[in-house]
Structure formats: structure tokens, C-alpha cells
């Protein structure tokens, strides 16, 4: 019986699991700099804390879910976003009384996406949260927090940072009324995709890939004229303090991002680097969103990002030469060797042996390692007590004890 992954998942190893590590703390390692906490909620979760914040009508709730009954009949959902869950946790935990209140965390969500490069239907989001701020820098804090990993990770890659502002809620809601009726007017212009979230999320037709849409895109009443005065000035700070702190903005008027959520501030760094699959880490304010989910009306604002989308993007993790092997050439003198082993883990080297007794085939997977050393057990070193210490860089070989082996090795 040959069993193998299912459709849009996969496993880990190797050089992957290297990098996904190597994200995961630099993402643990930024988020103490920026003051963020960690939090952990449980992938399984009510279906009811999805449905109407992420939007009834868009497609992760419609189409994407896996939603199923448990034995007790109660409708549970594997989460396929971690804000809503974060949310629960705070208000569940009471962790909302001394605002703001910053967390952070990273785990596996659920999609069931049409699987593609850098489109999974299990993958993984890191995802950093602000509750209880309206003050617009806590927008440029974490989109700089985002900028600033995003620089750790993929430094020779070009991202751009596309920002839009859908102004509040209110507004919003009094621009969906006027897009719709657009639309209808011109219902013969557009897709038949379009043409099915005129009167259900008539935002959703702004990004539409389809070119048959874009024409009467351009000519449709702009998000912008509705905002009002002051959130316009808000908008237009954050972009110039952003430019200060040299993250290159790209304004996208068309930027309303696919979770119902949303108000103000929207962004998304994208990149050229991986076709459709561009964005790695999108975001924004989602104020009422806490209330909605029965916490106190408090702001917030966050970003996701997909961990595999960033891996695609990575270098290779160069091995940090701190892995020592060791060559035994006899099994007779393992109980010598034994000692050398326990001390190097106990000084924090990793140690590579490979139970060959054979100093050609323990030099060779050295260097295949790239290892930078070797310690050599033969009859003298066991006789003597001590070791042979060959530097596979200049190929100096010296005699050594425990008393002076770290003078060597560090
Ligand atoms: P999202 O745009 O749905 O936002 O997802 C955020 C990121 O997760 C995407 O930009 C992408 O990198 C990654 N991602 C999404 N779906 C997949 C997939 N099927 N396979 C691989 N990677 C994927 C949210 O989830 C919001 N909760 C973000 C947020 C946090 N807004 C405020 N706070």
C-alpha cells in the first residue's frame, strides 16, 4: 500500500525545514524587538468564528472552508486565517485590559484552493496583530516590522509594498451601495465572476483579473472621492512617514483585499519573482472586527504572511561549519571517542559520526558537509589520551587534549 500526500500538502525536510526554522525565529526574534507576544491558538475552531467576519459571501468562507460536523453535530472549521482566531484567544483569555494589547504567532492554516506554486491548501501564516490603537502608527509600526523581516529573510529580493485606504467602515459601506448600482447599470460589460458579486461584494470586482472587467473598471465612481477629509490627511501621513523610513510605496487604488474585514488602511508586499502567487504578506485596520466577534469596540490592525510563498524566495542556509565529525578508525577505540562526543555537545557543537571505522569514507562525508573539522581516534590518541584535530580548511593537523580543544575549535 502506497499512501501519499494529499493534494496541496507536503512535508518538510532537508533544506525546506532549514528555512522554515530559520523563519520561524527570525519572525520570534523581530517580534521581541517590536514588542509583539506570542500566542498560540488551536487549529480547530467554531465555524461561526469565520463566517460572517471573513464575509459570507467571499470565497474562503464560500468555497474554501473545510468545515465539517463533529460527533456532537457541532459545525467545526480547521482555521484558514489566524486574526479572527487570535481575536477569540485575547477576548476568551481576557487579555484585552491593558491596551495595546500586541501579539503574534505562526501555525498552519487550511485553504481549499486550487493547488499551485506557492498556493497550498495546508500552509503556513505568520501573523502579527495590534489591538487597541486608532493611532495611525501603529499601521506604520507594523508594516515596518514587516518590511524590516521581510529584508532578514529574502535581502537580495525585490518586494513592493502596494497600499490603498478604504476609509471607515461607514463610508465604505455607503461606497459598496454606490459601486453596485455602477455595476448594475453596466451589467452587460462584465464577467459573468463579476457579474455574480454585484449585490454581495461588489469590492471584490476591483481586483478582478479579467480584462473584460478592467475596461469598465477604470471608468467606475474611485473609492477615494468618498473618504473623508480627515482620514484622507491620516492616509496621506502614513505614506509620507513610510517613504521616511525608506519603504518604497506603491499606491493601489484597486487594493481592497478578499476578507470582509477591512476599513482604513489596506497593504500588501508582492514581488515579481513568483507569477500569480505574488503576495506574501497582506494586511490592514479591521476596526469593529473585535466587537463583531463580542470583544469591547476597540481598533486593530495586522498582517499575514505565507511562510512557503517567503520560502520560495530564500537562499539556501549555508551550514555554520559549527558540526564536528569525528573518525573512529577501529570500533575498539570507541569508548575513547566516546568522551570527545560528550564533550563537544556539551559545549554546544553538533557531532557527526557515521559508524564506518574508516578514515577515507569519515574525511569524505566531511567535506561533503563542509565541515571545517575532523577529530581522529586511532590507536596513539587512545593510548595517549588525546586526539587528532585536522582543520579541513588549511589542512593543518595538531595534537590536542580537552584542556586546549576549544582554543582550536572557536
Ligand atoms: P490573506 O491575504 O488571506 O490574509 O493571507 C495572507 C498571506 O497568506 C498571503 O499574502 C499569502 O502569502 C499567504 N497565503 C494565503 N493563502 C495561501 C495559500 N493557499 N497557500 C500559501 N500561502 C497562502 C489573511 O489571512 C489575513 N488574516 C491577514 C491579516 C492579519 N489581516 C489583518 N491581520
Redesign the pocket.
Known sequence: MKINPLRGTHDLFGEEIKKFNRVVSEVKDTAQRFGFNELMTPILESSELFKKPLGEQSD?VLKEMYTFNDRNEEEITLR????TPMIRAAISNGLLNNLPFKVFGTGQ?F?R?RPQK????Q?N?I???NFGTDDFFADIEIINLANTLLKKLIPDIEIFLHINSLGTRENLNKYKKILSKFFNDNINLLSKESIDKINTNPLRILDSKNIEDKEIIVKSPKLLEFISKKDLNIYEEIKKCLTDLDIPIFEDYNLV???DY?CNTVF?FKTNELGS?D??????R?NGLIKTLGGKDIPG??????I??IMLLMPNISNKNKDIHIAILDPGFRNHAIKIYDFLVKNNFSVCWNYKYNLKKSLSLANEKKANFIIIVGENETKNNNFSLKNLINGKQVIIDFNNILDHLI
Open positions: 474562503v484558514p486565517e489566524y486574526t492554516m485553504r484552493e506557492g498556493r497550498y491548501r500552509f501564516q501573523n502579527f496583530e483585499r478578499g476578507l477591512y500588501e502567487q503576495t506574501l504578506i497582506g494586511g490592514g479591521y490592525v495586522g498582517w499575514a504572511g505565507g512557503e510563498r
